[in-house]
C-alpha cells in the first residue's frame, strides 16, 4: 500500500465550478499536511498546508483535515483554466520534515 | 527574495560519469532537502540536512550518491558511475526549521544519462 494515495485523473471540472482533491495517508504519526501544485516541466509550488484538523482557507482554496480517518482534501473554488495543473499531497514522515508524496491529480478546467 | 536556486538547470552525461548537483536555498533556512521526481510520479524523499549535518539520508538509493553542505548553506549532491535510471529531475528544497516545515522548492536539475 503507497503512504500517500491520490486519484491520479484527470479531474475535468468546468470553469467556475469547485474543484475537490482528495488524498488518504498511511501513517497515523503524520501531523504536517501540504498541497503542492505542479504546472507541466515546472517544479512544485507550495499553494496550501494545514496542522490541525478541521478547514483552513486561502483566497480561493480550502484546505480540510481529518486525522481520524486519515483524509485531507483541497477545494477550489471558482476554478480558472489557470488552474489546470497537477495538483500532489505531501505528509510529513518519521517526525522529520522529510514529505512523502502522492503521485499527484492531475486537474483541467475547461472554459 | 530570491527562492531556492539550482544549477545546471539541465544536465546530460553518459553512463558511468560522475555528476555534481548544485543547490542554493533561500537565505535563512537552515534545512535543506533533495528529492527527486521521475515522471508520472510526485518527488521522492532522498536526503535532508540542518545546517551542515545530514539529518536523515534514508532515501539515498545506493552509496552512488552522496550529498554535502559543508557551510550549512549551499549543498551539493554528487552521483558517481551514473547509470540511465538515474535520469530524473532532481529537486532541492529549503525551510525555515526551527519548527516550520513548509518547504519551499527550486526549479529543479533534469539529468539524462545516455
Known amino acids: 500500500q503507497k503512504e500517500v494515495e491520490q486519484n491520479s485523473g484527470p479531474l475535468s471540472v468546468p470553469e467556475g465550478a469547485i474543484a475537490s482533491l482528495n488524498c488518504t495517508y498511511s501513517?497515523?504519526?503524520?501531523?504536517?499536511f501540504f498541497w503542492y501544485r505542479q504546472y507541466s516541466g515546472k517544479s512544485p509550488e507550495l499553494i496550501m498546508f494545514?496542522?490541525?484538523?478541521g478547514d483552513k482557507e486561502d483566497g480561493r482554496f480550502t484546505a480540510q483535515l481529518n486525522k481520524a480517518s486519515q483524509y485531507v482534501s483541497l477545494l477550489i473554488r471558482d476554478s480558472q483554466p489557470s488552474d489546470s495543473a497537477t495538483y500532489l499531497c505531501?505528509?510529513?514522515?518519521?517526525?522529520?520534515?522529510?514529505?512523502?508524496f502522492g503521485a499527484g491529480t492531475r486537474l483541467a478546467v475547461h472554459p | 527574495g530570491a527562492g531556492v536556486s539550482q544549477t545546471p538547470s539541465n544536465k546530460v552525461t553518459e553512463k558511468g560519469k560522475y555528476v555534481e548537483l548544485r543547490c542554493d536555498p533561500i537565505?535563512?533556512?537552515?534545512?535543506l532537502y533533495w528529492y527527486r521526481q521521475s515522471l508520472g510520479q510526485g518527488p521522492e524523499f532522498l536526503i535532508y540536512?540542518?545546517?551542515?549535518?545530514?539529518?536523515?539520508d534514508s532515501g539515498l538509493p545506493n552509496d552512488r550518491f552522496f550529498a554535502v553542505r559543508p557551510e550549512g548553506s549551499v549543498s551539493t549532491l554528487k552521483i558517481q558511475r551514473t547509470e540511465r535510471g538515474d535520469s530524473a529531475v532532481y529537486l532541492c528544497?529549503?525551510?525555515?526549521?526551527?519548527?516550520?516545515?513548509?518547504?519551499?522548492f527550486g526549479p529543479g536539475t533534469r539529468l539524462t544519462v545516455l
Open positions: 528544497a529549503s525551510s525555515m526549521g526551527q519548527g516550520r516545515s513548509e518547504q519551499f
Open positions: 501513517d497515523r504519526g503524520s501531523q504536517s
Open positions: 494545514i496542522y490541525s484538523n
Open positions: 505531501a505528509v510529513n514522515s518519521g517526525g522529520y520534515n522529510k514529505l512523502i
Open positions: 537565505s535563512g533556512h537552515t534545512a
Open positions: 540536512f540542518q545546517g551542515t549535518g545530514a539529518a536523515d
